[in-house]
């Protein structure tokens, strides 16, 4: 029965030869002529994905970056003591890492699209779970690349492991001089070349492949030391990292339990909402359509808040009107951000045309049967100036008439259908010019 477990276990049943897996290793590694520009035209790819905020074009660049090849060859040399590869991997993982940085900074600093997208957020800050993604991506890239039939996981190798990414990240960091992009995504980069290597590392010495150099014991443990000591020092900051991401994630959770109990439950809607988690106080800003707050609501809610054991907060209200316009504008101006000048004007014009249509089709025809005497009927929206000089939309009646006396048609033409269209004024104008007689 155990031996029956361990047959099912064992890598070294399917195992390509450790030369020919040493040869395909060899040739992916070097980044010149066809691989560079492969890299660099990869890095443009991902670049504009990061830009306009496609996964779809993300996942296309990581697809046809060359970058593994010499992060497995690293792995590999380590594994097996072969010290003039590991070299070669290194100085070629330098190299690409220098033009990918250099192409990414040019693209970002010439695009006239600079706005960070989630895509490029989604990069700044690794956790631990990114250790874990790249650590057994690379476990399942090397296993791969040592079978002899190499199988569908290369290719999701690439997108899981996602080096190209962060270092597109990095290069808009230094085109935009933000520093802490370049910083973050850079780390994450760092995080992922190092533990797909360690991952190559761990494959090789399981299986045992013949070493190129032979290593007295105590160049083994130093060998074995550094290793552990890059891993914590890679792997430290993400734990804090993650142990950040999980308060912030919980004090937003929580406060949108308040927000949802206290307001949203009892019929109160909220036309406005932002939380802020990492200023300080943390803040928390909401609007509502109609409801008012006094001073003393206002401090019950706050202490209601801190009671759900949120410490540090700060809940405001915005209730002055043009203070809430502000705030809804700025927010829709944020989301349209990547819609061009002409798009802009496109939609104030067809925001300013929603004022003056006829939102009732057929109105004219029903007009027509209430009132048989009516001819050449004009039905429509007008903006006139009232007596204290504010501009205001309101239906307009055009008609002809010169059978019913003018003022008791107008009358209960008017009074017909401010009721019929549930509005205050209606204006109604008969157009009819009786033809008076010239006196000779």
């Not at 899981?160 to 780390?187: K, R, W």
Request: glycine residues 6%; aromatic residues 10%; hydrophobic residues 45%.
């Amino acid at each position: 029965m155990t031996n029956k477990f361990f047959d099912y276990i064992n890598l070294h049943k399917g195992e390509e030869k450790g030369e020919k897996v040493l040869e395909s290793i060899r040739a992916n590694i070097a980044f010149k002529g066809a691989n560079l520009w492969i890299l660099a035209c990869a890095i443009i790819i991902a670049s504009i994905g990061l830009n306009v905020n496609s996964t779809a074009v993300v996942i296309g660049a990581m697809l046809i970056s060359p970058l593994m090849g010499p992060i497995v060859g690293a792995g590999f040399a380590l594994g097996t003591y072969n010290f003039l590869l590991l070299k070669i991997s290194i100085k070629n993982l330098v190299v690409a890492t220098i033009v990918s940085l250099v192409v990414s900074s040019v693209y970002f600093y010439l695009s006239p699209f600079k706005d960070v997208q989630s895509e490029l957020l989604a990069r700044t800050a690794p956790t631990i779970y990114d250790v874990l993604i790249a650590f057994f991506g690379g476990l399942v890239g090397v296993i791969s690349i040592t079978r002899v039939e190499k199988g569908n996981p290369i290719p999701g190798v690439a997108i899981a492991t996602a080096l190209m990414p962060p270092l597109c990240t990095a290069g808009y960091g230094l085109a935009t001089f933000n520093f802490s992009y370049f910083l973050g995504a850079f780390y994450l980069y760092m995080i992922n070349c190092f533990f797909i290597c360690i991952a190559t590392f761990l494959v090789i010495k399981y299986l045992k492949y013949p070493t190129a150099t032979t290593l007295d014991t105590e160049k083994e443990k130093r060998i074995r030391y550094g290793i552990s000591l890059l891993i914590l020092v890679l792997i430290i900051p993400s734990f804090y990292l993650a142990y950040n991401l999980f308060n912030e994630k919980k004090f937003t959770k929580t406060v949108e339990e308040f927000i949802n109990t206290e307001f949203t439950a009892r019929g109160v809607t909220v036309i406005y909402k932002k939380i802020n988690y990492n200023s300080t106080p943390r803040k928390v800003e909401l609007a509502f359509l109609d409801k008012k707050l006094t001073k003393e609501n206002i401090e019950m809610y706050n202490r209601l808040l801190q009671d759900k054991g949120v410490d540090n907060v700060s809940l405001t209200f915005k209730q002055d009107e043009q203070d809430i316009k502000s705030e809804i504008m700025k927010e829709i101006n944020k989301q349209n951000s990547s819609l061009s000048e002409k798009d802009v004007i496109i939609n104030e014009l067809k925001h300013e045309l929603a004022k003056y249509k006829v939102t009732e089709p057929g109105l004219v025809k029903e007009i027509g049967v209430l009132f048989p005497s009516l001819e050449e009927v004009t039905l429509g929206k007008v903006e006139r100036n009232t007596a204290v000089d504010q501009s205001r939309v309101d239906w307009l009646l055009m008609y002809k008439d010169s059978v019913v006396p003018i003022n008791a048609e107008k009358l209960r033409i008017s009074t017909w259908l401010k009721a019929r269209l549930q509005v205050d004024t209606v204006l109604v104008v008969n157009t009819y010019q009786p033809i008076v007689p010239v006196k000779e």
